[in-house]
């Protein structure tokens, strides 16, 4: 690693000259009030601090002092973009079997998951970029060039010839997806510490709306105009959204923001020499910033052992969402006999628990940080977003439990659904405090961090449910979920030891600790 990549992004910045134009100091004082007065006397005090920053009287370029009607519309885009993603996704699960046969004129149960699951594993890889990037160029400009390749991506994916290249496709697609690394950075930009739960759990609902609408759409649509038509459909949806990111979405991270200020104060100065905020990075040759943005996600979590227990904390639980949603259509056919339409209706099930998770994190998160940080005499921390996650990694592995022995013992359909709400309100309300404390405690890194929690996720969510048919064929659904009930429960202590313990951890790291950033 260079030395330089382990620098803060809101690096320190040298005193300027001493020769210094009144005339331009002082307006530049006017518009950016952070500058020295001219009528000071600096030319031998190297104590002044010559960063532009926002103005802390107000200022109109600072995302969190942008009108609140602004704030919930931006957040009401996110959430549509995620809908879509989520139903463009989950849409095929289904049919996946179906689209298989129509393009290979076979049967191919691996083939059938990896073109479900592939997507996860395209979402593990582009945020390797897209993350960084947005740490580099801006959130704006990599959300509307990721959502542009999402679209691309889908309209090849409707007119696969082969499932070769349908799997491609879904690929390319999930590595075009934006929304799930970069919302809560946005989030994060936008909105105080003791804002963003409720935000995030906003975001949340609508993945789930997308998930639970997205198998009944798409099984209804595919048997009338077929599953190209469905992918069709979710292009156009996905570009009218990019058409309104274009024209509404504003540059929210700081240091990008700030670097536009510096360009526009550099073309007025004299000889006084500034530098943004947010470092050099930007004027560097552009394949030497891209390369540091790339490595930025690995240093980030090579340096903070809570990011890294709390990426394989995340990775375990939200796997069983892929889990559960590969196995219940197996279950309800193979074991109750349902048809395809109620098959693809019993999704709701998933849905209307992960709801009441997100309701419970609307509700709970910033009230429960405001509460703790009110009775804490060193005020608010990162550590007071993580209760509730407490209690659902314990309620995860139980449900994980019933689930199999559900299944083995053809327990009623209602039940079954019933265990299945339970997982989706623990996956969602141990996720959403998860990233609201990955946003709180890295800051302006939080891009980047929340890059390495989404790759173990994905990771775990593309390659662990292939192992899941397997588990099933040897042990049955009743012990073969015990099994994967278990590895729940090992990863459960995560959220108590990050709650008791994480405030310390916390000050091992350069991107963490009370004194950086």
């Known amino acids: 690693m260079d030395d330089d990549e382990t620098q803060p992004l809101l690096a320190p910045v040298p005193p300027p000259s001493a020769n210094l134009n009144a005339a ?27 960063r532009i920053d926002f103005d802390p009287n107000g200022d109109a370029e600072n995302p969190l002092e942008w009108p609140k009607a602004y704030h919930n519309g931006v957040i009401m885009l996110l959430a549509f973009m995620a809908f879509i993603v989520t139903f463009t996704c989950i849409g095929l699960l289904p049919i996946a079997d179906q689209i298989i046969l129509d393009l290979e004129h076979a049967e191919s149960k691996s083939a059938s998951v990896l073109l479900v699951t592939i997507w996860e594993l395209g979402e593990a890889a582009g945020p390797l970029l897209i993350a960084p990037l947005s740490e580099t160029y801006g959130r704006a400009a990599v959300f509307n060039a990721a959502n542009v390749l999402f679209v691309f991506w889908t309209v090849v994916a409707a007119r696969s010839p082969s499932s070769h290249v349908l799997i491609l496709s879904r690929f390319m697609t999930g590595c075009a997806v934006a929304s799930n690394v970069l919302n809560p950075a946005i989030i994060g930009d936008m909105l105080p510490a003791d804002q963003r739960g409720s935000a995030m759990a906003t975001l949340m609902l609508a993945p789930l709306l997308g998930g639970a609408m997205g198998p009944v759409i798409t099984g209804a649509m595919a048997q009338s105009v077929g599953w190209r038509n469905v992918l069709s459909c979710a292009a ?28 526009r104060w550099e073309g007025k100065r004299d000889d006084l020499v500034l530098k943004a ?36 904390y995340g990775a375990v639980m939200f796997t069983f969402y892929y889990i ?33 998770g997100v309701l419970a994190c609307n509700l709970l998160i ?32 139980l449900s994980v439990a019933l689930f199999g022995w559900a299944a083995e013992r053809a327990w009623p359909v209602a039940l079954l659904l019933g265990i299945v709400s339970v997982q989706g309100f623990a996956i969602l309300s141990a996720m959403v405090p998860l990233m609201a404390y990955v946003v709180d405690a890295f800051g302006l890194y939080s891009a980047s961090a929340l890059t390495a929690v989404l790759i173990a996720r994905c990771l775990a969510s593309t390659f662990l449910p292939l192992a899941v048919g397997p588990l099933i064929d040897a042990l049955g659904y009743a012990w073969g979920f015990m099994m994967l009930a278990g590895l729940a429960l090992v990863v459960a202590p995560v959220p108590w030891l990050v709650m008791r313990y994480g405030e310390g951890w ?10 950086g950033l």
């Open 236 to 263: 156009v949806m996905a570009g009218v959204c990019e058409l309104a990111f274009v024209f509404l979405l504003r540059e929210t991270y700081k240091p990008s923001i700030i670097r536009r200020r510096n360009a």
């Open 324 to 356: 559960t949603s590969t196995t219940l259509p197996e279950v309800l056919k193979n074991v109750h006999g349902l048809p395809q339409v109620e098959i693809a209706s019993s999704f709701f099930a998933f849905s209307v628990g992960s709801a009441m």
């Open 24 to 50: 331009v100091a002082t307006a530049a004082a006017r518009q950016y009030p952070c500058i020295p007065d001219p009528d000071v006397n600096i030319s031998n005090d190297d104590s002044f601090d010559w």
């Open 366 to 397: 910033d009230r429960i940080y405001i509460y703790l940080g009110g009775k804490n005499k060193q005020g608010a921390k990162a550590e007071f977003c993580m209760p509730l996650s407490i209690a659902s990694a314990f309620i995860l592995p």
């Open 277 to 312: 905020v947010a470092g050099g990075e930007a004027h560097e040759h552009t394949a030497v910033a891209i390369w540091k943005a790339v490595k930025r996600p690995a240093a980030v979590l090579g340096g903070s052992f809570v990011l890294q227990i709390l990426s394989l």
């Open 506 to 515: 916390r000050q091992w790291s350069v991107y963490t600790r009370d004194d």
